[in-house]
């Protein structure tokens, strides 16, 4: 936030030290003589070895006016004293320092828009710090420093006054007090020139915009000239991208008004005309592969020139370039313009220079995480071959991560050697923990909790630990659980699960009685491409049917058919596969994944299996929708049914909203929600960008329709029977995980189900 400051002398100080450098030979010549002793005078607090280490002389040299001349330059860099002079005693050198003040705080008054220790730090990285020596130039230096980033922030009122309180043993307090005032709002934004598109058409493109009943939290409507230059790129790309090759920004005028609090924006701009592709031809060297590079190429004759369509295909010829070991390849494009009759030719020229191989991976900007958490997860090998490709999906894998919030890659020639190239892979270090919190409220339940605490990257090891509690009144959960994500060298990663969970499944009659489930599982996950993985693991579980006169029939029966204890070591295996554009927001890409269990011995034997699939698509408006199916069968084997206790459950969060949660299915005689043996869900979203928010994809309002039910073992799941349910709803991802409240009504509805039409949850819903 704060860059370092530039540590410089003062031109003052500079030119005292050189006029009293060349007044000494020039007004006290001193006759050279051999010196027998020297003194230093007026220290307080600096070490003499630091005055001594200075000088350029010692005990037995030959002293001359050169040899002060030096040591009098060397005393005044070390930046300690404002005052040195040598003077010259018989054969004594007498060296009398004026020390400077040490600081002994620095404090902050009004300061309110920026935190207090990125200020703090950077400000002693740049010499103003306790105990560092007073510097009244550097004072002066971070004094206007600090005003440039309040204009920054849009505060042009903004002052900045330093105080310099001298206290005993010639230390100093300094103190920064700031006058903030309010931030300047941008009162309107003018496009002057536009004919082809309207202009809230071009002003919806822009990230800048004027106060709305949103902008105090996407703070749009302050001023920065970085956000203006790049809204004005993006108006060029718009123009650009619809055939006005020649468009132009003529000017821009940034006016604020005399209280400095309201900024107006003009910008006058020239479209030109749009212009068509007649033809795309490529010249140059294309390593025999004209026929590959000419299939990257997203243009084509007759249609209307795209300037995104232009740079996507350099950098596709870059990247396949890249991928033969060509890191220095250079494409460009070289219109042909006929402006009479509006047509354009694109020439596009490569020169692929030499191929390379990289001699080494750097990794920086971890001050957390372990190198070798980065490192395993490159798929370019140092000492082999560069390949664009396998940099890229390198990079792509330490992004999925998720323990950064930014990774660059980038390519550094190796001096003297023009076949080898570094890479230095930068990342920024982001929390890795998280809190999710859910919560719902019903009639019968009141309000229950999930709590989850997790570390994804326990001491930057890339390991994750986590703690999961479920505090609702009929179902509680104790879960820890442990994940090494590199259990072996090859990528093998192990889980190891340990929980304790009760339930009571909701009784009509008011009675409480309870499941208990002991258990333990460990699961590995085999990586079988770069994008897919394997599960396989196993557990043990016990599984005990508490008696009261409330339990319900179906479970009843089963406790006395098959015993209040059950044991069993269920095996698991899945396959996954996530290719969304984001974990958290993701508006394109799919999700996948596959989990089957076996209870393969012990007292029950079942098969239990839950298939999903997802897809984001992107829409126009800033629009994206979603679709989610997920479909679960259980089956019973050696001869008894479906364990009760393994049942599906329906309705609620991640399931069919609106209807309460765990609601739907099976209803045992006594009246309690027992789930079922077979489950199907449909969930579909359609998102939409909060009015005034701009392209800020944090916080966005979604409209949804559901449908899904639960059956028993063997029966049929019938598309009559589902329950559904629309409503809308809003979506923030908020600083402690993302945050999903629901309203809906019911649309298909049985008249004993059990409705709640507002839900909320901190977390992922699906």
Known sequence: MFPAFPIAPARSLVAAVTLAVLAVPAARAVTPFTIKDIRVEGLQRTDPGTVFAALPFRIGDTYNDEKGAIALRSLFATGLFKDVRIEIEGDVAVVIVDERPVIATVTFDGLKEFDKDPLTKSLKEAGIGEGLPFDRALIDRAEQEIKRQYLSRSLYGAEVVTTVTPIERNRVNVTFTMTEGDAARIRDIRIVGAKAFSPSTLLGLFDLTTGGWLTWYTKSDRYSRAKLNADLETLRAYYVNRGYLEFAVESTQVTISPDKQEISITISIREGQPYTVTGIKLEGDYLGKEDEFRSLVRLKPGEPYRGEAVT??????????GAYGYAFARVDSRPEIDRAKGLVAITLVAEPQRRVYVRRVDVAGNTRTRDEVVRREFRQLESSWYDGNRIKLSRDRVDRLGYFKDVNVETNEVAGAPDQVDLTVTVGEKPTGNLLI????????????????KQDNVFGSGNYLGVEVNTS????????????????????????DLYYRTSRPYNAQGDTYQIATPGASVRFGVPVTDFDTVFVGIGAESTRIGTSTGIPNSYFLYRETYGANSFSVPLTLGWARDARDSALAPTAGRYQRVNLEWGMAGDVRYLRSNLQYQEYWPLPWK????????????KGLGGRPFPIFKNFYG???????VFEQSSLGVIDPTGAFIGGARKLNFNTELYFPVPGTGNDKTLRIFAFADAGNVWREGEKIDAGSLRASVGVGLSWISPVGPLKLSW???????????????????????
């Open 438 to 453: 859910g919560a719902n409220y019903s009639n019968a339940e009141k309000l229950g909790l999930t709590l989850s605490v």
């Open 473 to 496: 009144k009929y179902y509680r959960t104790l879960v820890l659980s442990a994940v090494d994500p590199y259990f072996t060298v090859d990528g093998i990663s192990r889980a190891l």
């Open 312 to 321: 996507e295909t350099t950098k596709a010829f870059g990247d396949l370039f």
């Open 651 to 657: 309705g609620g969060l991640g399931s069919v909203r």
């Open 623 to 634: 629009m994206s929708l979603m679709f989610n199916a997920e479909l679960g069968l259980g």
């Open 744 to 766: 809906g009504v019911p649309v298909k509805v049985k008249p004993n189900d059990r409705i709640q039409r507002f839900q909320f949850q901190i977390g992922t819903a699906f």
